[in-house]
């Protein structure tokens, strides 16, 4: 069974803060995703990796940024947490299909981190 | 750039079937993808669909594809308590990396 585990389920911190959301898959999967899911909103895209050091911005990169070291761990990084940050945080991971251009198939979930910033 | 679209809510009887719709304008689509959200958890793949199917069953779960009105449903027949989550749809296609989602239907399970 795919694994993807996060750091935590629930974190608060303070306005101002740098908070780190630490994600890790155990199936060697080349694509990470961070998002954020708020109630009618679905889920947003923050940012993805398709590969170790390499990262693209999703649909609201604003106020975050990620790092990608190693194939199995994405991390987000709230550089200076604000209360519009209070969020579900959902990390997923996917294998690529086919060759090139790769294309993105089925993502597997975290349980997610509800962080609230107060 | 496409989208894909959901009712926000859906209420049946326990017992009944449910029919989750969802619509996408993405023509390239290749694989449509069924997710279940239960309350405080991530989200789980239940089914998915080739583009060239028009149907797929597994079980409980029956999923119609209409490629031409570009509509996907989601039926669960013998709706249960256990069924209660947020059902999301999500798609892709050939032509990048992410799968585009819609907002998610919260199915709720009237006794």
């Known amino acids: 069974d795919v694994k993807v585990t996060q750091s935590s389920r629930y974190l608060v911190k303070r306005t101002g803060e740098k908070v780190f959301l630490e994600c890790v898959q155990d199936?060697?999967?080349?694509?990470m995703f961070w998002y954020r899911q708020d109630p009618g909103l679905g889920l947003r895209l923050i940012y993805f990796?398709?590969?170790?050091?390499?990262?693209e911005k999703g649909d609201i990169p604003e106020g975050y940024s990620v790092s990608r070291e190693k194939k199995e761990r994405f991390s987000l990084i709230l550089e200076s947490a604000s209360t519009n940050q209070t969020s579900m945080y959902l990390c997923?991971?996917?294998?690529?299909?086919?060759?090139?251009?790769?294309?993105?198939?089925?993502?597997?979930f975290g349980p997610g981190t509800r962080l609230t910033v107060t | 750039g496409e989208d894909v679209e959901q009712s926000l809510f859906l209420s049946v009887r326990e017992g009944d079937s449910s029919v989750i719709n969802c619509t996408y304008t993405?023509?390239?689509?290749?694989?449509l993808y069924w997710y279940k959200q239960e309350p405080g958890a991530g989200l789980q793949l239940l089914t998915y669909?080739?583009?060239n199917m028009d149907m797929k069953q597994d079980q409980r779960l029956t999923v119609l594809l209409n490629k031409k009105d570009k509509h996907l449903s989601l039926r669960i027949a013998d709706t249960q308590t256990g069924d209660s989550a947020i059902y999301f749809c999500?798609?892709?296609?050939?032509?990048?990396?992410?799968?585009?989602w819609g907002a998610g239907t919260k199915l709720i399970i009237k006794p």
């Open positions: 999500a798609e892709s296609s050939d032509s990048n990396y992410q799968l585009i």
């Open positions: 199936m060697d999967h080349e694509n």
């Open positions: 669909i080739f583009s």
């Open positions: 993405d023509s390239s689509s290749t694989y």
């Open positions: 990796s398709y590969d170790v050091k390499m990262k």
């Open positions: 997923a991971s996917s294998p690529i299909q086919g060759s090139w251009p790769p294309r993105s198939s089925e993502q597997y």
